[in-house]
Structures are given as structure tokens and as C-alpha cells.
């Protein structure tokens, strides 16, 4: 029962899992923008990244997982191949033990901009990238955590 929690909570993380959206008419539309593989290091590394929508597939249920306590998590990523998650100051009730540790992994994003690839010490998750801009990344992938396969579904927005 402990590995199902520590799984569900690595599916919300990994989806990683940031929180901010907005929608409007006047929004810039910068999706036909193609960015080069220098410029979408330097968005993805020069800002925090939070999870604005995570959908988790996993023995046979599937959930949206964002929940206010996790719309002030967020994840930075660093040139050097490393990224670290940070729960923020509202930690989730359902904690086993109310105390989440911040984490940190290494990631890969291909020169295609086509794949994003993230390692963390319990689960690797391979991200197909759908939509890389200087402010939102949508990515399908998998997730691998103690030997259990999820589907994620997840949207990563720069936070202000």
C-alpha cells in the first residue's frame, strides 16, 4: 500500500504537476513559433515551471491530480542536466507523514525538441512533447515508479 501512495504521489509530482492557467482572446498566440533547441533550453532553465493539469492513467484508474495544496509546487530546471521539485509552502493532507521532501532528478530533452526525458531515484518518465513554448509545455508520456506503468497527460506553465 505504501509503494501505490509513493507511485500516486510520483505520478502528481511527475506530471510533476504546475498550476497556473489563463485563457483569453487577446492572449499572444505563439504556437507556430518554432523554437531552436538553444531557445527552449534557455525558457525551460532560466524560469520555475509549475504543473497546471496532470491526467494519470494507472491500474485501471484514471484522475486528474492537481489539487490546491499543489498549485504552489514547482519545479526549476537547470543547465546542467538536473532539475529539483519544490512542494511549496502548502503541503498536502494526505501526506503519510505531513512532511514531503523536495527532490530533485536529471532530465534529457531531445535536439528535436520531441522528447523530454525525466530520471528521478524511484521513476523515469519519457514525455512526448505536443506544444514547447517560451511559456507552456504539454507533453503525453509514460511513467515508470516500482515496476508500475502510468500514462500521463500533463501541462507545465512558466511561473511569473
Partial sequence: MKKLFYLLGLIFICGSSFYFVACD????????????????IGYLTDYKWVNTYTKATALGM???IIEDCDKDDWM?????????????SVICSDSEDGDEEDYSGKYELSSD?????????F????????????????MEGVQTAL??????????TRME
Fill in 62 to 64: 484514471t484522475e486528474q
Fill in 123 to 138: 521513476a523515469t518518465t519519457t514525455y512526448t512533447i505536443k506544444k514547447f513554448t517560451k511559456d507552456e509545455i504539454e
Fill in 25 to 40: 482572446d487577446d492572449d499572444d498566440d505563439d504556437t507556430d513559433v518554432v523554437l531552436t533547441y538553444e531557445e527552449a
Fill in 113 to 121: 525538441l520531441k522528447t523530454l526525458k525525466m530520471v528521478e531515484e
Fill in 76 to 88: 526549476k530546471f537547470a543547465k546542467d542536466s538536473t532539475y529539483t521539485f519544490n512542494y511549496g
Fill in 147 to 156: 515496476g508500475i506503468e502510468a500514462q500521463l497527460v500533463v501541462t507545465f
